[in-house]
C-alpha cells in the first residue's frame, strides 16, 4: 500500500461549492503540507503542519482551510471554490525539516 | 523578489549522451537544494538532496553541483535512457529550514 494517500483522485464540482481534500499517511512523519501545481507555476506551498497543534499559511493560503485531525491525516477545504482553483493538488510528509518529502498521488479538481 | 529558474524548454538528447539540467536561484540562501522526479499525472519523487558546504554529490547515474556563489545547482543525468524521460524539479530550503520552495522543473525527453 502507498505510504501517502489522497482522495479523492478526481473531482469536479462547481462555483461556489464547498470540498475536502483529504491525506492520509503511514510513514510516521510529523510535518505535512498540501501543494498546487498549476502548468508554467509549478508547486505552491498552501498550508503546512508540524504536528497536530501547529498549522502555517504557505504562499496561496486565501481561500483555502486546513484541519489535522492526527498526526496522520492532514485535509484541505475549499470553502466557496472558483474555478481558478482548478488544480492539481498533492499533499507531502516528511520526517523533519532536512528530509526528503514524499508526495501523495495528487488529486485533480475541476471548478466549473 | 526571490526566483528560483529552471529552462521552461523540454529538452531532448539522445541515449546514452549526458542530460544536464540548470537551476539558478536568486535571493536565497538555502542551506540544502533537492532534486525530484515528477512522471505526468503523479506525485514527484526525490532524488538527491544537496547541502550548501558540499559541492558534488553523486548516486548510480545521477550527479548534482551546488555552487552557492553562482547560486546555481546543476543535475547531470549521465548515460541516459528514455526512461530517464520525466520532468525534473529542483527545491530550496527556505523559511529557515521549514520548507521548500520549488522550481518550474524541466522536462527531459530522452530519445532512442
Known amino acids: 500500500d502507498a505510504d501517502v494517500t489522497q482522495t479523492p483522485r478526481n473531482r469536479i464540482t462547481k462555483t461556489g461549492k464547498r470540498i475536502m481534500l483529504e491525506c492520509s499517511q503511514t510513514?510516521?512523519?510529523?510535518?505535512m503540507y498540501w501543494y498546487r501545481q498549476d502548468p508554467g507555476l509549478g508547486l505552491r506551498l498552501i498550508y503546512y503542519s508540524f504536528d497536530v497543534k501547529d498549522i502555517n499559511k504557505g504562499e496561496i493560503s486565501d481561500g483555502y482551510s486546513v484541519s489535522r485531525q492526527a498526526q496522520a491525516k492532514f485535509s484541505l477545504s475549499l470553502e466557496s471554490a472558483i474555478p481558478n482553483q482548478t488544480a492539481l493538488y498533492f499533499c507531502?510528509?516528511?520526517?523533519?525539516?532536512?528530509?526528503?518529502?514524499?508526495f501523495g498521488p495528487g488529486t485533480r479538481l475541476t471548478v466549473l | 523578489s526571490q526566483k528560483i529558474e529552471q529552462n521552461s524548454e523540454a529538452l531532448n538528447i539522445q541515449e546514452g549522451k549526458t542530460a544536464t539540467l540548470t537551476c539558478n536561484y536568486t535571493?536565497?540562501?538555502?542551506?540544502?537544494l533537492q532534486w525530484y522526479r515528477q512522471d505526468p499525472g503523479r506525485g514527484p519523487v526525490f532524488l538527491l538532496l544537496i547541502r550548501e558546504n558540499e559541492k558534488e554529490k553523486r548516486k548510480e547515474r545521477l550527479k548534482v553541483t551546488f555552487d552557492t556563489t553562482l547560486k546555481q545547482s546543476l543535475f547531470h543525468i549521465t548515460a541516459s535512457q528514455p526512461a530517464d524521460s520525466a520532468t525534473y524539479l529542483c527545491?530550496?530550503?527556505?523559511?529557515?529550514?521549514?520548507?521548500?520552495?520549488f522550481g518550474t522543473g524541466t522536462q527531459l525527453k530522452v530519445e532512442l
Open positions: 527545491a530550496l530550503e527556505t523559511g529557515g529550514g521549514n520548507k521548500l520552495t
Open positions: 510513514k510516521g512523519h510529523d510535518r
Open positions: 535571493n536565497y540562501s538555502p542551506a540544502y
Open positions: 507531502a510528509t516528511s520526517r523533519d525539516y532536512t528530509d526528503t518529502q514524499y
